[in-house]
DNA sequence: GCAAAAGTGTTATCCCTACACCCATGA
DNA sequence: TCATGGGTGTAGGGATAACACTTTTGC
């Protein structure tokens, strides 16, 4: 049975893809599908899919997301919407971006629904995607780096608790350079965004590190 | 004679709205057009409409506004892409926004198209709007004051040659805030991004004043 | 006691801010 | 000569950047 919709004026298509972003071996990585369907089948791209009719673009976004990869509850942000004529090969597609950031635990992928096979790669070692998946990714990584100076963006790669060395770490693997560690404390605990659990982690042959926790880890506070 | 265009699932329209700002008689003001036809017959609205199948989004933002309008040259800049469910009661509709801004001269309003009457609103003064128009330019406003502060984006506010005391007054007008004159002369001259006409403006009964213009005024510079 | 990461203050530099007077012109 | 906006420099304060040693633990 094919039951049809018809309009009287033609419509694109609507999708939302994806780009994650987690860090994950001292690494910036992302992740990407292998398509199982046409057009690319075999390639890699990101996940995402198909607007249903009455579905809001951002529950799309997290819904195929979650579909195609078992993940749910990133922090997940608009980033562009893509639309020339002959971006797909099928029909004309309008695709709503997003971006989304995720501390590397809870991390049981399973490639499902239109994915063929689901895995991080570092983001220097991305393959040549689908469709204009690329340009996706360099925009989103674009702003990720971008929000950094400006906002506390990067606590939403830390897990729920965390020290200072590790939170550091991860803006010396965005940012791409070594930080000095007492100027780094002092800034990140002037921002008063972060608090001291009370508990230490031991760790290895050396002195044990104050945890720390996001104040508001719902939140994605501007700064400066 | 009605041709219709069928799929095998639902499609839903796509649509591109403008918030056009300029600066007028020391306001900042923003372009609405009077609808011409339902819904939301005779009441504001941003300008806009569908886009057609084989049209680039920018492409299709530039000509709505240009038929409702006559407006055309402006710098333009994606904003977001609202498309919750019921946002429109004609049929699921996924609007990709755009933010435009424009020198105060080349300003021959005609209605036209959909549009029974355009005019500028001082930002303060605008009314109630058709479908959530109200939320998009809220968002384009902040997108602009946010911009200032790490762009120059504010240029495209200039007309070709202007005065360091005009260029003051579009940041005052933004920014809602006298700013000291020397102190902003020195910081608008180390971006290095206006330079010296040569031409002086005499302009009533006092010392005629050096004009600028723009180095690059096709490129919105990232500064800081 | 040694290896390894955690933790901690001070100084110099740069940038931003505050602030007041003379200049060129037209009437 | 007067009214009007155009044009110019300096000093103080706050933020940022550079920099090295002691502490706590496991083995």
Redesign the interface.
């Known amino acids: 049975m ?13 999708t939302t893809d994806v780009v994650l972003f987690t860090i994950l071996e001292t690494r910036l990585q992302l992740l990407l599908i292998r398509r199982g369907g046409e057009p690319f089948r075999g390639e890699w791209a990101l996940p995402g899919g ?2 249903e ?5 951002e529950h799309c976004a997290k819904r195929e997301l979650s579909e195609e990869t078992g993940i749910t509850d990133v922090y997940l942000e ?1 980033l ?2 893509f ?3 002959d971006r797909d090969p099928r029909e ?1 597609v ?1 695709s ?1 971006t997003y971006y989304a950031l995720s501390p590397p635990d809870r991390m049981e992928l399973r490639a499902a629904s239109d994915a063929d096979e689901v895995r991080w790669f570092p983001f220097e070692e991305i393959p040549r995607l689908a469709f204009d998946h690329n340009s996706i990714v360099e925009l989103a990584h674009r702003r990720l780096i971008a929000k950094l100076t ?1 906002s506390t963006i990067a606590f939403q790669f830390m897990p729920e608790n965390f020290t200072l060395s590790e939170l550091q770490g991860v803006y010396e693997i965005l940012r791409n350079e070594k930080l000095d560690k007492r100027n780094f404390r002092k800034w990140i605990l002037a921002l008063d965004q972060i608090e001291e659990t009370g508990q230490k982690r031991r760790n290895g042959n050396h002195r044990p590190a104050m945890m720390y926790r996001v104040t508001n880890p719902e939140r994605v506070e501007i700064i400066r």
């Not at 094919?2 to 609507?14: E, G, K, L, S």
């Not at 009719?53 to 673009?57: F, G, P």
């Open positions: 094919t039951t049809t919709f018809c309009y009287q004026y033609p419509h694109p298509a609507v198909f607007l009719i009455d579905e809001d673009l608009q562009y919407t639309g020339y004529p004309r309008i709503v400006y």
